[in-house]
């Protein structure tokens, strides 16, 4: 897990350093650099380029005459070492006591997380001083001896970012009153200082500028997390917007600090600073992404009695945290007030919505299991730090199985069409299949094609069915194995996951043309009509994905695991013949319709092969041993079958009429 992070470091290092040096650190540039705002003999706040605290830029001022480019160097270092005690001090401030595996993965696994994190990458690009704020406040709450030096810390944070004042009365309100009140004395210090050295910065900050509200990007941009962002996007303006802002503000940090008080006397301080700052993100006037570190320390929270919810709140957390709104939701107009303020609507799910579990609670520990059935033994089992080798059985959170197939297929949309290799090696791969099948004796995707052109009626059926049921058949097998056949679930899931992986790999490393884009082989494009080969992007479904990743066939790939998981589950032998049909009529559309050749096939077939193969290695076999007892469904509901439902012959109605009989 370190070496993990040493990776990610190198990874971050090389992304900002790459960058040309009028396109890095140009927030930091913008601040020091030979024409930067610490520069100019007028206020800070003339350029609007400057947005942080009078205060921030007094610091700021001895560096001003660094050379730039070392500067840049340590400014990157220094904020990768931030990152990194961050984490320590959120791993040692984790409530309860941490087992050894735990100890041993927590620190890097934390580390790592905030390394993807959108903010930290934001900030090491731009060379902001976000993450000082944060890292200043969790010091001064759980490593800071006494109550002034601590104060005095969350007081240095509070100067240069003013919202985070609203930690006052959280520590207020949990009995540190003198970590209040120098919390408050440092602040008014700091402040009165900046007033001082630079009146006329301070004027334009705190008065013209209201605080620095008005400083920066446009407020109404995405890129403002806040309630007040939000509101200007949904088209409010004026007095009314500033008064319902003002109203909303109240209420939510009104909830949020009474919830984060309650955690804090629970015992859970590190949720309640993380509560405390996902109202600071929500209330402010603009929070900008670099500030938004705070919602990532929410994931810390514990949600749901049953074991399958217990990973939704962390996994939504760090999705938010780390992938675009497009990625997470789908290119549809109903959801796009949701995508576009995902990361305000996680910020303030954390300060007023989410039921945090209690200390106090039967569940905080051992959440109830929900068991269907018992795998046999696995042959990983002894392989220590790795328990994921062990075939699951349970149903998974539906929300969570939902916005993992989401942003699963977001990740393989985004590879697909970014595994481009050229159109003259695509076309060689292409004869290379053609020479390849002609020795074989299978070449008969001309002929499948002509032959399919003079049917109208089976033409129209086949390009049908290649357009529509690539999608729906695979998920609507996936919906009735989930309500149905809960222990065989991940079982098909985790076989069609390896599968697709596997075909990306295909995708990158062999582009090839299918026969359609073929020049001077006479293949009919029956979906777009005649292809202009000299344009090859023609068409709508080409403007859409990479055309060229045709190996391996994850249309027939994804049919013929459709077909495997009915012919394994279904308990009928029409069920299971029909499960036969979808991948039959699949390679006939595919290569009729000339977007796939022979091969192609075969190289889907090969896929899914070793995608239940690699299943089949690292979970054990598909058969199941006795059911235990389920926990969530009553005192002694008796064994189920391996499909998950309870035996006919262990019902009470089933055991009376044997007393009957008896």
Same mark, same amino acid.
């Given at each position: 897990?370190?070496?993990?992070?040493?990776?990610?470091?190198?990874?971050?290092?090389?992304?900002?350093?790459?960058?040309?040096?009028?396109?890095?650190?140009?927030?930091?540039?913008?601040?020091?650099?030979?024409?930067?705002?610490?520069?100019?003999?007028?206020?800070?706040?003339?350029?609007?380029?400057?947005?942080?605290?009078?205060?921030?830029?007094?610091?700021?001022?001895?560096?001003?005459?660094?050379?730039?480019?070392?500067?840049?160097?340590?400014?990157?270092?220094?904020?990768?070492?931030?990152?990194?005690?961050?984490?320590?001090?959120?791993?040692?401030?984790?409530?309860?006591?941490?087992?050894?595996?735990?100890?041993?993965?927590? =620190?890097?696994?934390?580390?790592?997380?905030?390394?993807?994190?959108?903010?930290?990458?934001?900030?090491?690009?731009?060379?902001?001083?976000?993450?000082?704020?944060?890292?200043?406040?969790?010091?001064?709450?759980?490593?800071?001896?006494?109550?002034?030096?601590?104060?005095?810390?969350?007081?240095?944070?509070?100067?240069?970012?003013?919202?985070?004042?609203?930690?006052?009365?959280?520590?207020?309100?949990?009995?540190?009153?003198?970590?209040?009140?120098?919390?408050?004395?440092?602040?008014?210090?700091?402040?009165?200082?900046?007033?001082?050295?630079?009146?006329?910065?301070?004027?334009?900050?705190?008065?013209?500028?209201?605080?620095?509200?008005?400083?920066?990007?446009?407020?109404?941009?995405?890129?403002?997390?806040?309630?007040?962002?939000?509101?200007?996007?949904?088209?409010?303006?004026?007095?009314?917007?500033?008064?319902?802002?003002?109203?909303?503000?109240?209420?939510?940090?009104?909830?949020?600090?009474?919830?984060?008080?309650?955690?804090?006397?629970?015992?859970?301080?590190?949720?309640?600073? =993380?509560?405390?700052?996902?109202?600071?993100?929500?209330?402010?006037?603009?929070?900008?992404?670099?500030?938004?570190?705070?919602?990532?320390?929410?994931?810390?929270?514990?949600?749901?009695?049953?074991?399958?919810?217990?990973?939704?709140?962390?996994?939504?957390?760090?999705?938010?945290?780390?992938?675009?709104?497009?990625?997470?939701?789908?290119?549809?107009?109903?959801?796009?007030?949701?995508?576009?303020?995902?990361?305000?609507?996680?910020?303030?799910?954390?300060?007023?919505?989410?039921?945090?579990?209690?200390?106090?609670? *039967?569940?905080?520990?051992?959440?109830?299991?929900?068991?269907?059935?018992?795998?046999?033994?696995?042959?990983?089992?002894?392989?220590?730090?790795?328990?994921?080798?062990?075939?699951?059985?349970?149903?998974?959170?539906?929300?969570?199985?939902?916005?993992?197939?989401?942003?699963?297929?977001?990740?393989?949309?985004?590879?697909? =069409?970014?595994?481009?290799?050229?159109?003259?090696?695509?076309?060689?791969?292409?004869?290379?299949?053609?020479?390849?099948?002609?020795?074989?004796?299978?070449?008969?995707?001309?002929?499948?094609?002509?032959?399919?052109?003079?049917?109208?009626?089976?033409?129209?059926?086949?390009?049908?069915?290649?357009?529509?049921?690539?999608?729906?058949?695979?998920?609507?097998?996936?919906?009735?194995?989930?309500?149905?056949?809960?222990?065989?679930?991940?079982?098909?899931?985790?076989?069609?996951?390896?599968?697709?992986?596997?075909?990306?790999?295909?995708?990158?490393?062999?582009?090839?043309?299918?026969?359609?884009?073929?020049?001077?082989?006479?293949?009919?494009?029956?979906?777009?009509?005649?292809?202009?080969?000299?344009?090859?992007?023609?068409?709508?479904?080409?403007?859409?994905?990479?055309?060229?990743?045709?190996?391996?066939?994850?249309?027939?790939?994804?049919?013929?695991?459709?077909?495997?998981?009915?012919?394994?589950?279904?308990?009928?032998?029409?069920?299971?013949?029909?499960?036969?049909?979808?991948?039959?009529?699949?390679?006939?559309?595919?290569?009729?319709?000339?977007?796939?050749?022979?091969?192609?096939?075969?190289?889907?077939? =090969?896929?899914?092969?070793?995608?239940?193969?690699?299943?089949?290695?690292?979970?054990?076999?598909?058969?199941?041993?006795?059911?235990?007892?389920?926990?969530?469904?009553?005192?002694? *509901?008796?064994?189920?079958?391996?499909?998950?439902?309870?035996?006919?012959?262990?019902?009470?109605?089933?055991?009376?009429?044997?007393?009957?009989?008896?």
């Amino acid at each position: 897990m370190w070496l993990v992070v040493a990776v990610l470091a190198i990874r971050q290092l090389a992304a900002v350093f790459r960058l040309p040096p009028g396109e890095r650190l140009t927030d930091l540039d913008s601040w020091t650099g030979e024409n930067g705002v610490l520069h100019l003999t007028g206020s800070l706040y003339d350029s609007h380029q400057f947005t942080g605290t009078p205060f921030a830029g007094l610091a700021l001022k001895p560096f001003a005459s660094s050379a730039e480019q070392s500067l840049g160097v340590a400014w990157t270092f220094g904020t990768l070492l931030l990152v990194a005690a961050i984490g320590v001090v959120v791993v040692r401030a984790l409530p309860g006591t941490l087992s050894r595996r735990t100890s041993l993965l927590a =620190a890097p696994a934390a580390i790592s997380l905030l390394m993807v994190s959108l903010p930290v990458r934001n900030t090491l690009n731009l060379g902001q001083t976000s993450i000082i704020p944060v890292l200043l406040v969790l010091l001064g709450c759980f490593s800071a001896r006494g109550e002034r030096s601590s104060g005095l810390l969350v007081g240095l944070a509070a100067a240069l970012q003013p919202t985070v004042l609203l930690f006052v009365p959280l520590l207020w309100l949990t009995g540190r009153r003198r970590a209040a009140l120098s919390t408050t004395a440092t602040f008014a210090a700091c402040t009165a200082l900046a007033w001082s050295a630079m009146p006329g910065d301070s004027w334009a900050y705190w008065i013209h500028h209201v605080a620095g509200a008005g400083l920066g990007a446009k407020p109404a941009g995405l890129a403002n997390q806040s309630l007040h962002g939000a509101l200007l996007r949904f088209g409010l303006q004026g007095p009314l917007e500033i008064a319902l802002f003002l109203v909303l503000a109240a209420a939510v940090s009104g909830l949020g600090l009474w919830r984060a008080v309650r955690y804090a006397k629970d015992g859970q301080l590190l949720l309640a600073v =993380a509560v405390t700052g996902c109202v600071a993100v929500a209330v402010s006037p603009t929070a900008w992404q670099h500030q938004l570190l705070w919602i990532l320390l929410a994931a810390v929270g514990r949600v749901g009695s049953r074991a399958s919810n217990r990973l939704v709140w962390p996994a939504l957390v760090v999705l938010a945290m780390t992938l675009p709104g497009t990625m997470l939701l789908p290119n549809i107009e109903a959801v796009f007030p949701l995508r576009d303020n995902v990361l305000l609507v996680v910020a303030l799910a954390a300060a007023c919505a989410v039921p945090f579990l209690p200390r106090t609670s *039967p569940y905080w520990q051992n959440p109830v299991p929900t068991l269907y059935a018992t795998p046999l033994p696995a042959r990983w089992a002894r392989v220590p730090f790795a328990p994921f080798w062990r075939r699951v059985l349970t149903r998974p959170n539906l929300f969570l199985e939902l916005l993992a197939i989401r942003v699963g297929y977001s990740v393989y949309a985004h590879i697909r =069409a970014a595994a481009t290799g050229g159109r003259s090696t695509a076309e060689a791969h292409g004869r290379t299949i053609v020479s390849i099948e002609k020795a074989l004796h299978i070449d008969i995707e001309h002929w499948a094609n002509h032959a399919m052109v003079k049917l109208p009626r089976v033409e129209s059926f086949l390009n049908f069915y290649y357009q529509s049921f690539h999608f729906v058949v695979p998920l609507a097998i996936l919906a009735v194995l989930y309500v149905r056949r809960p222990s065989d679930y991940r079982w098909a899931r985790t076989a069609l996951s390896f599968a697709t992986l596997l075909g990306l790999v295909g995708f990158f490393f062999y582009p090839l043309a299918p026969p359609r884009l073929m020049p001077g082989m006479g293949f009919i494009d029956t979906a777009h009509g005649v292809q202009d080969l000299a344009h090859p992007d023609y068409g709508a479904l080409t403007a859409m994905t990479n055309q060229y990743a045709a190996m391996p066939s994850l249309h027939f790939g994804w049919s013929l695991w459709c077909g495997i998981v009915i012919v394994v589950t279904a308990p009928k032998w029409w069920m299971k013949a029909l499960g036969l049909v979808h991948p039959l009529f699949t390679v006939t559309a595919i290569i009729g319709t000339a977007n796939h050749w022979v091969l192609d096939a075969v190289g889907g077939a =090969a896929v899914v092969a070793m995608g239940f193969g690699l299943t089949y290695l690292l979970a054990g076999r598909r058969e199941l041993t006795t059911t235990p007892q389920d926990p969530g469904s009553g005192p002694n *509901p008796g064994p189920r079958t391996p499909s998950g439902r309870r035996d006919p012959a262990t019902t009470p109605r089933a055991r009376s009429e044997q007393s009957a009989q008896a």
